[in-house]
């Protein structure tokens, strides 16, 4: 009955324009404003008939079941706290959801939200650097939401992208003794491309979206810049004041002349925007059906492979590039959201309850099966939960053993149109690189 009602204020709170609508969830504007939050929660409100503590919940909206189930479990072993479960409205954003809650006055404890929504509400969020899970968090998956030490939001999953490989392609190709990993260099790639290539087989499988160009392989550009955060943060700094040389700029010339040569012996050569408009599923049919042998993606296409090839063994080597660049050797990986607590207008027992129901999820048994049952990956290195799904299990051999880096995510919310253009006029041949450098140092001139 709680959920039915949470929605039918949300419908008609939205229709009162206490939100801002449209825009990606990780860049909403300042229009969506939280800051109206109403009256604290009262006794009734934060105590369970038998004296629990009583929070609300929200974990994301892709797998509600699985969420329940999760909630359940917890509830059930918890002699101290229930979880209430909220779900988000159908046309809503994560972020609209928060603001709706907050204009009245009855806001969540524990709340999953993308990391650019985080940084807007550090006012409002818990530092949860003491979390006993932290410990285990993989490197570079709380750089985004940590400010002068305070950590406001817990990692709750991976995703990761590279150059996704057909097993059974190599193995015909190169040898059942092949190993994928042995490929570390530019010159290394391009000889097992050759190879691949004579037997009459696309080597690679460029997917040309926006998207897929203009945030997965360019951002990678921008975490090349430095090892830290601050580093990369400086160099976005000089693309806004109009200052950076792209052209001139080492690991920029470094990833484009990897891209260089997957564009050389890309599947869609001959037609390299043929699929722009499309999804996923074209480039997935050409590496479970052993067309092409890699793909440059991400393991959330993994149910795409799946529908076709159930049974064969995928896996991911790292872009290659210059061993001088600081990502060498290690494959990207991201956040797609995070656990927060509220802390403004709950109260202190709402806040450590909130905590103990985050560290619950990322230690216990049936929340690191939870991570795996929504086709995850998991962010930290206690997880034990069996992985069957040997794509995602490639991304856990690399962030076990260190060996990502971050995707850089503060960018404008219309980078993946416009860099993405840039790119995919690059790819199609219509612009060469100084002509794509200087569209892209123009676009983040004119931000601010």
Known sequence: MRRKWIGMMMAAALTLGLTACGGSPANDSAGDNPDSAGAANTDADTVTADGKVKITAYLGGEMPDENQKLIEAFNAQ????????LTLTKGSSGYQMLTVMYNAGNPLTVYFLESGDVMKLTDKLA?????????YAAAGTTEDVTVDGTVYGVPANLQAYGLIYSRQVLSDVMGEDFDPSSI???EDLEEVFKQIEAQGIAPVAISPFDWNLGNHWFCQIYTGQAADAAGRDAFIGELKAGTADLAGNTVFQDYMDTFDLLMKYNYYKDNPLETAADGNE?????????QAAFWFHGNWAAHNIRTLDEEGEYGFIPVPVSESNPNAGKICT???????????TTTEEQQQAGKEFIDWIISSQEGQQYVINCGNVPAYSNNTATITES????????????????????????????VGASMQRYLSGEIDRETMAAEIEAYWATQQ
């Open 78 to 85: 918890s002699d101290t706290t229930e979880v209430e479960m």
């Open 127 to 135: 530092n949860l650097a003491d979390l006993d899970c932290m410990n």
């Open 184 to 186: 570390k260099t530019r």
């Open 282 to 290: 074209k480039q997935a049919q050409l590496l479970a059906t052993g």
């Open 334 to 344: 991201l956040v797609p959201g995070y656990f927060t607590v509220e802390q403004s």
């Open 391 to 418: 794509i995602s299990q490639s991304v856990v051999d690399y962030t076990t053993t260190g060996n990502n880096f971050p995707m850089y995510v503060m960018y404008p919310s219309d980078h993946y149109t416009n």
